[in-house]
Structure formats: structure tokens, C-alpha cells
């Protein structure tokens, strides 16, 4: 089996999360900080390489009603230019408050805001991924 990678995707850093071998698990891995278009989605697909990932799952910042907005212009334009990199899967997760569930995983767990501010991007990749694992685990049972 191949790992899947988890991004969340923004204009200043990208949060990087990878699954262990048998796509049950979700795991923080990186913030990556975003130069331009061209540097950012080569590094991305040579992570895919040396991660031996098959899969990008990349979160989809749709607004609360469920509508697009630019990020999500912002984020299809980053995938498009993935995909023509990498031979691996590209999927959009739906991101709608992974931010908030990251933000409260940190404040749970006691992390200075400080701290939070540094970790939050790879968190909520991490919280994306894991509802895409979680839902296709789902769909198998």
C-alpha cells in the first residue's frame, strides 16, 4: 500500500499530513512555506516521491452555505498544476471548519498561542485527511 498526503492549502503556508500504510491514520507531517506556484507544486510532487504517496487529498475551502469562493479558485489552480507533475491521485475533501477543529485540538492539548499559530496549517491538513479516511473506511464496512 502507498501513503495518501493531506493539504491544507493557503496563500501564505500549506499544511502537510500524511497516513500510515494502511490509510487508517492521519498524521501531521509539515508547514510548508508557499514561494510561488511553480516551486510550491514541484516540491509537493517530489514529496509524493520520496513519501511513496499515491494520493493528495487536498482540502476544498467551500464558504458555510457550501458555495465557491476564490480560495476554492485558488486551491483548483494549485491541484491543476499538481496533476500535471505527479501521477498521483489528486481528491477534494471538503474543509469547512477543519481550522476550527484544529484550533481546538491545540487549545486542548495546551499549546501556547504562540505555538498554535506555527502548527495550526499542518493540524488541519491532519483533520482533513482524517475525515477522508475515515469516510472511505465507511465506505468499506
Same mark, same amino acid.
Given at each position: +500500500? %502507498? %501513503?495518501?498526503?493531506?493539504?491544507?492549502?493557503?496563500?501564505?503556508?500549506?499544511? @502537510?499530513?500524511?497516513?500510515?500504510?494502511?490509510?487508517? =491514520?492521519?498524521?501531521?507531517?509539515?508547514?510548508?512555506?508557499?514561494?510561488? +506556484?511553480?516551486?510550491?507544486?514541484?516540491? +509537493? &510532487?517530489?514529496?509524493?516521491?520520496?513519501?511513496?504517496?499515491?494520493?493528495?487529498? =487536498?482540502?476544498?475551502?467551500?464558504?458555510?452555505?457550501?458555495?465557491?469562493?476564490?480560495? @476554492?479558485?485558488?486551491?483548483?489552480?494549485? &491541484?491543476?498544476?499538481?496533476?500535471?507533475?505527479?501521477?498521483?491521485? =489528486?481528491?477534494?475533501?471538503?474543509?469547512?471548519?477543519?481550522? @476550527?477543529?484544529?484550533?481546538? @485540538?491545540? =487549545?486542548?492539548?495546551? +499549546?501556547?498561542?504562540?505555538?498554535?499559530?506555527?502548527?495550526?496549517?499542518?493540524? &488541519?491538513?491532519?483533520?482533513?485527511?482524517?475525515?477522508?479516511?475515515?469516510?472511505?473506511?465507511?465506505? %468499506? &464496512?
Amino acid at each position: +500500500m %502507498k %501513503k495518501i498526503i493531506g493539504l491544507d492549502i493557503g496563500t501564505v503556508r500549506i499544511g @502537510v499530513a500524511t497516513s500510515d500504510l494502511l490509510g487508517i =491514520i492521519a498524521s501531521s507531517y509539515e508547514v510548508y512555506k508557499r514561494r510561488n +506556484m511553480y516551486l510550491d507544486t514541484r516540491y +509537493m &510532487a517530489g514529496l509524493a516521491e520520496k513519501l511513496d504517496a499515491d494520493t493528495f487529498v =487536498i482540502g476544498l475551502p467551500l464558504k458555510l452555505d457550501g458555495s465557491e469562493g476564490q480560495s @476554492v479558485q485558488m486551491v483548483k489552480e494549485f &491541484a491543476e498544476n499538481l496533476s500535471q507533475l505527479t501521477t498521483a491521485k =489528486i481528491v477534494f475533501q471538503d474543509e469547512r471548519l477543519s481550522t @476550527v477543529s484544529a484550533e481546538r @485540538v491545540l =487549545i486542548e492539548s495546551g +499549546m501556547r498561542r504562540e505555538k498554535r499559530k506555527d502548527k495550526i496549517d499542518s493540524v &488541519a491538513a491532519t483533520v482533513i485527511l482524517q475525515t477522508y479516511l475515515d469516510k472511505k473506511s465507511n465506505l %468499506k &464496512a
